[in-house]
T-cell receptor, first 111, second 113 residues
């Protein structure tokens, strides 16, 4: 089983719809992250959480919100999806001072 | 302002030769550097790291070199293999871990048989 599991793997949604991307990890790490990948732009940080009670905005948080339901779960929501949120979304987890482990990604298309 | 820069979007290398991927950073607080490899339809996977107390770290065919004065690091792959074809991301953070990893835009490596 994967250490970091993202659901769904693929999603097509309409403009204006609310959508939630879910992430769970079995690494036992406190830290979790949501990144977005766009062609030519690399991985950009949306939100991160260093423990269950901690939520921080990243570089591109506008239009997104997150919820840290438990140490192992960190979900990303798009309250009202727009086409420029079409991208690959990655969840990751890490320990303090260690490398991050990524999920397989969610390909989101907003039409 | 980009704190981690990978100025070459792509690189082609013949099988068996050396691949050199470069990365520059601007934040002098960064002291922990990582390389990730990403295949299509998969998440990035950790490849190798180096902390600022070293200038070289080696793991099999992969070696990372760090030049702190130039704020530059490079990943060497020797010998390159077709299975190394992927996008490589450079990432950095302060080793204190108080901020998440900052990633470059990536370099697509193609190893030609």
């Amino acid at each position: 089983d994967a250490d970091v599991t993202q659901t769904p793997r693929n999603r097509i949604t309409k403009t204006g719809k609310r959508i939630m991307l879910e992430c769970s990890q079995t690494k036992g790490h406190d830290r979790m992250y949501w990144y977005r990948q766009d062609p030519g732009l690399g991985l950009r940080l949306i939100y991160y959480s260093f423990d269950v009670k901690d939520i921080n905005k990243g570089e591109i948080s506008d239009g997104y919100s997150v919820s840290r339901q438990a140490q192992a779960k960190f979900s990303l929501s798009l309250e009202s999806a727009i086409p420029n949120q079409t991208a690959l979304y990655f969840c990751a987890t890490s320990d303090l001072g260690s490398e991050a482990f990524f999920g397989q990604g969610t390909r989101l298309t907003v039409v | 302002d980009q704190q981690v820069k990978q100025n070459s979007p792509s690189l082609s290398v013949q099988e068996g030769r050396i691949s050199i991927l470069n990365c520059d950073y601007t934040n002098s607080m960064f002291d922990y550097f990582l390389w990730y490899k990403k295949y299509p339809a998969e998440g990035p996977t950790f490849l190798i790291s180096i902390s600022s107390i070293k200038d070289k770290n080696e793991d099999g065919r992969f070696t990372v070199f760090l030049n702190k004065s130039a704020k530059h690091l490079s990943l060497h792959i020797v010998p390159s293999q077709p299975g190394d074809s992927a996008v490589y991301f450079c990432a950095a953070s302060p080793h204190s871990g108080n901020t998440p990893l900052v990633f470059g835009k990536g370099t697509r490596l193609s190893v030609i048989a």
